[in-house]
């Protein structure tokens, strides 16, 4: 009920948002989050679970206070100002093209990379998973970008293990270790000038070269050329592609491992043949360094055959990221509509909590379903990979290979699964954002207010980021028309939404079937027109059935968060500190 205000006017205006401070700045992500353990237990085998759950408990701690305090620092103004600019050389004439970032994203990178993410020694893939969701919690772009990166390095090297050169390989071991504080970090160059989603349309020329060059290295390739989006620039090694020159293959792209620095030189700021060129100024992940850089015959290594470069690329390194895009922003709409929830049990208008409004009860359902439904499809398309032993295939060619044709199916189902995800989650996160962000009135546009317009900016991003949608829309229709002889399109949409309801699965395998058989979307005619337009919104259709049938499996009893019991409860779990804190003064 509005309630029109009777009270006078106070010139010492009490007014303070301190609860809702309390409340926000104590919740621990997995800890205080019944829905986050909720996923947890029921994706992760629960012997594992017994093993690991105390470790995450304990990064828990770091993740929800010191690292999300370093992340908002890191987002500070005068902050991300220091990625855009680079010192091109010192004051004796040396070229450096040194970055400087912020101490808080140093601080930062180097306690998220100890962690060993990569180590099989040290982390299951599960306790790895969880790990980096609860990180993206924080969603600093300045690390995550890398750690996304590094994670797709490891798997595209760890797959050609056996035949790399011994540079390459301790190149792995050493993205691998991440103890000792000896962490590295990689990052992807892939796209040039003349387009990003055209890959087979790189120029980056790689050159096999006998004789010693200046960095006295011999028998080795060397690139040349530029790439334009190089973020992470950062990183100790970069996962490059290149046409390889005066090779049977010279018209297709080659993957390679490129140090930054040759050994030894890395103190003495001398960079491997290439040159900085500028730092890009960005709308979103604007923590995070991404240049446009030279190469001048830069020593490289390559990774599996020369020409199964592009497959290897799209497959491996950018699947991977994409699941990253995907299970990040899933993982940061967990803490963006939390806090909105929150922020509106807090605030009052007219008299009442602006979350009794029933314009506001339906914004905070459709927030919070969306967190759910993301977050449970995110952990069911990662688990199909973890049965996969984390390994993804390159291309179709690759999976024909599988004799098993149901193992062959489930590999393709993941393989549209992380592209369809991608696709949708991206697009739907930033008007969710946006919604959340209405929540706080003027308060939501203020950056040093919350977090949630720094993750508004980055979800642009993640739009364009490894493959934009229409790129991804396109490949997934000429997948289907590459595999329907062995997976026609209306069985696969029926195993997809299997448990789902009836009616919805025999209506979506029809449309979906209907969409998948046209012949070609690429021919500018009425018809590919309409079939894209039906696409468009059918994907989204499609992945939301998904993801509501990944919710509908976890059985999770909703249980709303409630503003007034967790305030009591983080001021019974902060009595003991302060009380401590009384008996030492
Ligand atoms: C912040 C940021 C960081 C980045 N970091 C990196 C990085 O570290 N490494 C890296 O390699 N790249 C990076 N990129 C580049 C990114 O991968 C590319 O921007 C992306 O691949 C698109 O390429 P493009 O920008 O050249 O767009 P274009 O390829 O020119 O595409 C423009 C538009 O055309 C559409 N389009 C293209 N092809 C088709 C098609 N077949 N059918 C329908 N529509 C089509 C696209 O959907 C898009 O909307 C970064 C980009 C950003 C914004």
């Not at 970069?238 to 020159?245: L, Q, S």
């Not at 390559?302 to 199964?308: M, Q, S």
Request: charged residues 30%; neutral net charge; proline residues 4%.
């Amino acid at each position: 009920m509005i309630v029109m205000s009777s009270q006078e006017g106070n010139r010492n205006n009490p007014y303070t948002f301190d609860d809702f401070l309390f409340v926000r700045d104590h919740f621990n992500y997995y800890k205080d989050d019944e829905f986050l353990q909720a996923l947890i237990k029921k994706n992760i085998p629960q012997e594992e679970l017994q093993k690991i759950d105390g470790d995450l408990r304990a990064l828990s701690d770091y993740v929800s206070f010191r690292f999300r305090d370093l992340a908002d620092k890191a987002n500070e103004l005068e902050n991300r100002i220091k990625v855009t600019k680079v010192k091109h050389y010192d004051a004796h004439n040396h070229r450096i093209d040194r970055i400087e970032r912020c101490l808080e994203t140093e601080i930062l990178e180097r306690e998220i990379f100890s962690l060993g993410l990569y180590d099989p020694t040290r982390n299951s893939p599960w306790s790895r998973f969880v790990k980096m969701f609860l990180l993206y919690e924080n969603g600093e772009s300045g690390v995550m970008c890398p750690v996304a990166c590094t994670h797709g390095a490891v798997e595209l090297l760890q797959k050609y293990e056996d035949k790399l050169q011994p540079e390459a390989k301790m190149i792995l071991n050493s993205l691998r270790d991440g103890g000792n504080g000896e962490y590295k970090l990689a990052a992807q160059f892939v796209s040039e000038i003349q387009g990003g989603s055209d890959v087979p349309a790189n120029l980056v020329e790689a050159v096999f070269e006998k004789e010693e060059g200046k960095d006295g290295m011999s028998n080795v390739w060397r690139l040349y050329g530029q790439k334009f989006f190089c973020s992470a620039i950062q990183a100790d090694y970069a996962i490059v592609t290149a046409k390889p020159k005066n090779s049977p293959s010279s018209t297709k792209i080659a993957v390679f491992v490129v140090p930054s620095w040759l050994p030894g030189n890395k103190e003495k700021e001398i960079r491997n043949s290439y040159t900085i060129d500028r730092l890009k100024q960005k709308l979103g992940t604007a923590e995070l360094p991404t240049a446009e850089i030279t190469f001048n015959g830069a020593v490289a290594y390559p990774i599996g055959p020369l020409e199964k470069g592009l497959s290897n690329i799209v497959g491996i390194v950018l699947s991977l990221s994409r699941l990253h895009v995907a299970f990040g922003m899933a993982a940061g709409a967990l803490r963006v509509v939390r806090e909105a929830i929150l922020y509106s049990q807090f605030r009052t208008a007219f008299g009442v909590p602006i979350s009794s409004f029933p314009m506001m009860i339906n914004q905070i359902n459709e927030l919070d379903q969306f967190a759910k439904r993301t977050a449970a499809g995110a952990f069911k398309i990662y688990s199909e990979y973890i049965h996969f032993n984390e390994e993804l295939i390159s291309g179709i060619r690759d999976l024909e290979r599988i004799k098993d044709i149901e193992e062959r199916k489930r590999r393709f189902r993941l393989r549209e699964l992380i592209m369809l995800q991608k696709i949708v989650v991206a697009d739907e996160a930033p008007a969710m954002i946006r919604k959340a962000i209405s929540f706080y009135g003027g308060h939501g546009i203020m950056e040093d207010f919350l977090s949630s317009p720094r993750f508004h900016r980055d979800s642009m991003i993640m739009e364009l980021w490894e493959g934009p949608r229409n790129v991804l829309l396109t490949q997934i229709h000429r997948d289907f028309s590459r595999v329907k002889d062995w997976y026609p399109a209306e069985e696969f949409c029926r195993d997809l939404l299997e448990g789902a309801n009836l009616d919805i699965i025999e209506k979506y395998s029809l449309e979906f079937n209907r969409i998948m058989s046209h012949d070609n979307i690429l021919r500018n005619d009425e018809q590919a027109l309409a079939i894209c337009r039906d696409w468009e919104v059918f994907s989204t259709k499609l992945l939301i059935a998904y993801q509501e049938q990944a919710l509908r499996e976890l059985e999770y009893t909703w249980k709303p968060l409630k503003f007034s019991k967790l305030i009591r409860e983080f001021r019974k779990r902060e009595l003991p500190k302060f009380q401590e804190r009384i008996v030492i003064q």
